[in-house]
């Protein structure tokens, strides 16, 4: 019977299929290739990175030049045994996946916090070009004021000039076009150059702003009404006021919530009382954990979008550190030609003297061992930054997507949700009132 309670799936529906044997195979093919991936990207990135380096390496400490792809080299990769490579490939994907899952396992705190970071900052220069385009916009007027006065004389000494010639000058159909055109080109151009200045500008104020936060908070650049906003924005868009504080499940995420409208989600934050009555806090993970529980308990048919959201998460955060851990690799790539370079280049024989020679032609001779850290550190870099524009928003759509479900699942089951968050208001009952249907 309709309304009599929960709703209920047949054992034969694809809902309950993916709530139950369906949902644990999704489960482990997420964790297989969320492991299986970073690892890859780890293995080709380091390889890559260090193989031709640690090459140049060897061939600066020989006394006889040695080239890694000649005849002889690939005559002895040749001889290994069929059997011995066959093991080496699996010993290899195995070390592979190993250092993929504790890329894929590591605590996502940091790229959080690194995304908050980029986040906070784009908003600062935002602000300063908001400013920026304000006192130049006021500063127009007076600019416009010559040549609107100009134009005003101009326009008045046009037609006694008009006046005085005679009537056969006045339909010239040669002179019309012409001065028509003029004024287009002149705005054609003059549009043109208004976006690439402003392009420019912004490119200017971004990279300034992004230099000196390696070094100075650039938020003290800001005025008071401008810091305001600031800290509107981080705690009502971002759920924290700094990236310090910047911990899942964020301690000002209802505040998030009720600018968005969402504030019937706001008796489920229970986080964001700050500290209990025996002063501990009671900011934790754990909050949304328990939901996540419950909800595979009672409702594991609603859980599979939820799984795949923290797979997304888990596996940006595996490839953020990746990405990190490649850096230090290309880095130490580059050292190592340099050391390649200057071991050739300094001569025991002539007293320690350096062959400058060999410095000018190590580009030349030395360039796909530069070329392979130095494109690592480039896509290592990129993913970085790709990553820390999302990271952070996907973390917060994760905690409303739990909430969410768990306020849209336990609705008229108040008993089932149980404590902490059982009680008037938590999904819009009171706690003495019996459940539809009872």
Known sequence: MPGNGPERHDDSSPEKWLGSGGAVLHEYLVDVLGGLVPGILFAIGAVVALLFPLFSVYQA??????????????????????TLLFFGCIGVAFMTYVAGHIFYRRDPKEPDQASFRLLRRQKIVDLLLKRKAKTSGEA?????????????TSGEAKPSSEAKTSGEAKPSSEAKPSSEAKPSSEAKTSGEAKPSSEAKTRWTTRARCRWKARFCDVSKLLQADEQTKLSEYLMKDLGAPSAD??????????????????????????????????????????????????????????????????????????????????????LVGLAMVVFAVAYSAISVKTGWSIDWQVVIQAPGRQFWTILSPLVVLIVARYLRRKIDCFYHYQRMREVDFVLETAFAAFQGQDKLLGAPFYGQGATGRDENKPPEGA
């Not at 080239?67 to 290994?80: E, K």
């Not at 888990?314 to 490649?326: D, H, I, M």
């Open 245 to 330: 504080e910047c911990e899942f499940p964020y301690p000002n995420f209802f505040e998030y919530l009720t600018k968005r409208g969402l504030d019937y989600l706001g008796p489920m934050v229970k986080w964001r009382e700050g500290t209990d009555k025996e002063g501990r806090t009671t900011r934790s993970k754990l909050w949304v954990n328990v939901l996540k529980v419950r909800l595979m308990i009672h409702h594991p048919q609603k859980c599979r979008q939820i799984v795949h959201n923290e797979a997304h998460i888990r596996l940006a955060s595996g490839t953020w550190y990746v990405a990190k851990a490649l850096r230090g690799l290309a």
């Open 61 to 82: 400490l020989q006394p006889a030049p040695v080239s890694l792809l000649s005849v002889r080299s690939l005559a002895v990769l040749a001889q290994w045994p069929t």
């Open 140 to 152: 127009k007027p007076s600019s416009e004021s010559k040549p609107s006065s100009e134009a005003k």
